[in-house]
């Protein structure tokens, strides 16, 4: 089973950047990014396909950029201008190929999830 592993998270002002790394131990076909804060539900911050097509919530859109380095089976988050809402558990998350009609198929949901890293932003 893939295993997924967070790093980059840490304390920072508002205003301020992190750039979050995740290493996968197998590549995933779709990977994204995800956040908990206590009290709240699970969030997809962002996603990103094999053909490098990327997803973004809302609230991150022109503050976060989620890319990926094939070769090195890694996924990253870029984020910028954090704001004191975007604290919370970050989680990297990757789907499991699946087969269907002979075919491999990525399926929506993600399977491989990693131990999180947490991000915290004063104001």
């Known amino acids: 089973e893939v295993q997924l592993v967070e790093s980059g998270g840490g304390s920072v002002q508002t205003g301020g950047s992190l750039r979050l790394s995740c290493a996968a131990s197998?590549?995933?076909?779709?990977m994204a990014w995800f956040r908990q804060a206590p009290g709240k539900e699970r969030e997809k911050v962002a996603g990103?396909?094999?053909?490098?097509?990327?997803t973004y919530t809302d609230s991150v859109k022109g503050r976060f950029t989620i890319s990926k380095d094939d070769g090195k089976n890694s996924l990253y988050l870029q984020m910028n201008s954090l704001k004191p809402e975007d604290t919370a558990m970050y989680y990297c998350?990757?789907?499991?190929?699946?087969?269907?009609?002979?075919?491999?198929?990525?399926?929506?949901?993600?399977?491989?999830w990693g131990q999180g890293t947490q991000v915290t932003v004063s104001s």
């Open positions: 990103i396909d094999s053909d490098g097509d990327t």
């Open positions: 998350a990757g789907a499991r190929p699946t087969v269907r009609d002979w075919r491999y198929v990525c399926p929506s949901d993600y399977s491989y």
């Open positions: 197998a590549p995933p076909c779709r």
